[in-house]
């Protein structure tokens, strides 16, 4: 008996598969809220329970196992209660392609071990490049936004090192990035690994809501050259995580072809737009971009992980190339994706985007997202006339931002229910909301991605959020009355 996937072994390979499979369907078909709700405490104990060490319980037991440890407890990102952070719903033929692809376990690393799939592979870098309007262009899929980010400023780095003239220790203490506060963690945390000076990444002022404004980029590159600094990267955000909102793309990439520096987007969350028929618009300039970067695995319905770095010259990948004797020497003319990956071996995630567009096609995921858009106009609607709640700022895509005002709560107290509110719901597991800090000043966070919730299903939450802070708001009266410091 073997329990390797072979040539004698496809029945089993079939049972237990349809066996996982007709669990998850009971699961979705079955779950009521988008958590179980279980304290850690409780988790921790039955992940405690279970016996790492033994020879094993067979397949069929092992999944009926993860049945009831996995799958009861799982965070559900189709059910219409959650609304916390950028997890999408997954469109089925990227699910049935996820596991065609764990089954071949092919690494798309060299051409010798993936042949057709990096044809595909760079296929879709093709299709998406053309989304984006590089001419010719090129690519690669990475593990996520952070990774697509952090690769983009190492070419954006490696572009900026042969202009200057000193040593490469000394010329990277004098780079410097430019972004908004509001761009993504992984910014700042790509200039520390990538050896930069810890006051690399210069903050640029915004317009209020947290579009980067074009006049002061162009004010802040003047002071950092005046100072000796040498600009390596402005990083314009295609769509924040907690605002949505898009910085103004082609007045940006003027600035930046103005002082000749390298335009990186970060369109993670908002990449969806570049399917969608009605909004495309809100990315105009994206093709002035020298890098792009595209979370699948976000705007596109796709399992993680599914993302990629977009490069508008062929030739810039060419920084990360390394050689090595048993995999891809240089005299070897195959064409190997390890030459312009950060990764060695790696997941084939291009066949789930693949199997996407041809069943359902790249029009109906433009649509998907833009449906989850116009939900999150409609909340934003909905927010803005409740006297109880009070929005804070419009988005663009699927975020709302806002707070709990009940009767007569000041400033301090609405900001200190935030963390409650979002506790409450989450320990009760039947919505799912998140927390952020805008302008200094806590807020909860809906993030909408699931084009199926309704705006009843919204309404919903949002009862939920408004009972959670009544309460909590009477339990700290009444601890006052009895002279408690809640
Ligand atoms: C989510 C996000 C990222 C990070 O992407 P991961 O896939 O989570 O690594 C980067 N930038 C923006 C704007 C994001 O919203």
Known sequence: MSELLTASTTDDYRSLVDESSARVAVRFAEVTQPSS????????????????????VGGSAAIREIDELFLANAVWFHHPGYAAHLNCPVVIPAVAA????????????????????????RRLIETATGWVGFGSGDGVFTSGGTQSNFHALFLAREAAVPTIEEPRSIALSRMVVF??????????????????????????ADDGEGRMLPSALDAALDAAAAEGRVPMAVVATGGTTDRGVIDPIMRIADVCDAHGVWLHVDAAYGCGLLVSRRRRHLLTGIERARSVTVDFHKSFFQPVSSSAILVR??????????????????????????????????????LKLWVSLRAIGADRIGEMFDAVIDLAVEVGDVVDDD????????????????????????????????????????????????????????????????????????????????????????????????????
């Open 387 to 486: 006297p109880e709640l009070e929005l804070v700022g419009r988005t663009q895509l699927s975020t709302v931002l806002f707070r709990v005002r009940p009767d007569g709560a000041s400033p301090a107290e609405q900001d200190a229910l935030v963390a409650g509110v979002r506790r409450v719901l989450f320990e009760s597991g039947r919505a799912l909301v998140a927390k952020t800090v805008i302008a200094g000043r806590p807020c909860l966070k809906l993030t909408l991605l699931n084009p199926e919730t309704t705006l009843d299903d919204v309404r919903e939450i949002l009862a939920m959020v408004k009972g959670a802070a009544s309460t909590l708001a009477s339990i700290d009266d009444e601890l006052e009355l009895v002279g408690v410091d809640a």
């Open 37 to 56: 709700g279980a304290s850690r405490a409780e988790l921790q104990r039955l992940v405690d329970g279970v016996d790492l060490a033994g020879s094993g």
């Open 179 to 204: 972004a908004t506060a509001s761009s993504h963690f992984s910014v700042g945390k790509s200039a520390l690994l990538l050896g930069l000076a810890d006051d690399a990444v210069i903050e640029v």
């Open 313 to 350: 010259e062929r030739r810039d990948l060419a920084a990360g190339a390394w050689h090595a004797d048993y995999l891809n020497p240089l005299e070897n003319d195959e064409p190997n994706q390890v030459d312009k990956s950060l990764q060695t071996t790696r997941r084939f995630d291009a």
């Open 98 to 121: 996820e596991s065609i692809l764990a089954a071949v376990n092919t690494s798309v690393d060299t051409y010798d071990q993936s042949t057709v799939g990096t044809l595909m592979e």
